[in-house]
């Protein structure tokens, strides 16, 4: 049988919202918590590893038995590389932001199904605004928006794939996703349409729109 796992980078500091923003509770639950428990919803997710600070972990992992802990480290590429090893054997490997706790677990699921056929994948939804690159507070030029797509989270890999481009490119700590490093072994990364739902928490405002979100569909 195959082992799918799940890799759950929560190991923010919450500079920008006075604490750790992934234990922020909207409508009654940390963010964190609806995180991991979009993953337990998908039957195929075998092993999930938690990268956290250990206060963290100790709340969420009381609520999920059977979580592996990862600590995290100074980028997201070395948080990454600590729940690799942590996580262990895995054919598939799905990356989460733990500040997106409104993702679709059907959308979970479909991503892993293209990272099986295409070794790799990524939940994006298109733009909707018109982007202009920018350089010393002056418009460059403005971008093509019809091929712009946002990437989001979970991007879903092969699990050797994944290896081997922390290999040969983990030391790309600046990287903002694993992607980009998947992208220079010459994989295509299979894009999987989301919803534009799947938010990062990452301002307060974000939190009241993710509660309204959520009660939307109470």
């Given at each position: 049988?195959?082992?799918?796992?799940?890799?759950?980078?929560?190991?923010?500091?919450?500079?920008?919202?006075?604490?750790?923003?992934?234990?922020?509770?909207i409508?009654?639950?940390?963010?964190?918590?609806r995180?991991?428990?979009?993953?337990?919803?998908?039957?195929?997710?075998?092993?999930?590893?938690?990268?956290?600070?250990?206060?963290?972990?100790?709340?969420?992992?009381?609520?999920?038995p059977?979580?592996?802990h990862?600590?995290?480290?100074?980028?997201?590429?070395?948080?990454?590389?600590n729940?690799?090893?942590?996580?262990?054997?895995?054919?598939?490997?799905?990356?989460?932001?733990?500040?997106?706790?409104?993702v679709?677990?059907?959308?979970?699921?479909?991503?892993?199904?293209?990272?099986?056929?295409?070794?790799?994948?990524?939940l994006?939804?298109?733009?909707?605004?018109?982007?202009?690159?920018?350089?010393?507070?002056?418009i460059?030029?403005?971008?093509e928006?019809?091929?712009?797509?946002?990437?989001?989270?979970?991007?879903?890999?092969?699990?050797?794939?994944?290896?081997?481009?922390?290999?040969?490119?983990?030391?790309?700590?600046?990287?903002t996703?694993?992607?980009?490093?998947?992208?220079k072994?010459?994989?295509?990364?299979?894009?999987?349409?989301?919803?534009?739902?799947?938010?990062?928490?990452?301002t307060?405002?974000?939190?009241?729109?993710?509660?309204?979100?959520?009660c939307?569909?109470?």
């Open positions: 049988m195959d082992i799918t796992g799940a890799i759950i980078l929560a190991g923010g500091q919450g500079s920008r919202m006075g604490r750790p923003k992934q234990m922020l509770p409508a009654g639950k940390a963010v964190l918590v995180s991991i428990a979009a993953f337990c919803a998908v039957p195929s997710v075998n092993k999930i590893a938690v990268v956290t600070t250990e206060e963290n972990f100790k709340e969420v992992s009381s609520l999920f059977g979580l592996i990862a600590l995290p480290g100074e980028s997201r590429i070395l948080s990454l590389q729940g690799i090893k942590a996580l262990g054997e895995a054919d598939l490997i799905a990356v989460h932001d733990g500040a997106r706790p409104l679709n677990p059907e959308h979970i699921k479909a991503c892993l199904a293209a990272a099986k056929e295409y070794r790799a994948a990524v994006c939804v298109p733009v909707k605004d018109t982007i202009k690159q920018v350089k010393d507070g002056f460059e030029q403005t971008l928006r019809s091929v712009l797509w946002a990437a989001q989270t979970p991007q879903c890999y092969d699990g050797a794939t994944l290896r081997l481009a922390l290999e040969k490119y983990g030391f790309l700590k600046d990287a996703d694993e992607s980009q490093l998947v992208e072994l010459g994989v295509k990364v299979r894009v999987v349409p989301s919803g534009y739902e799947n938010i990062k928490i990452t307060p405002e974000d939190l009241i729109i993710a509660e309204a979100l959520l939307k569909h109470k």
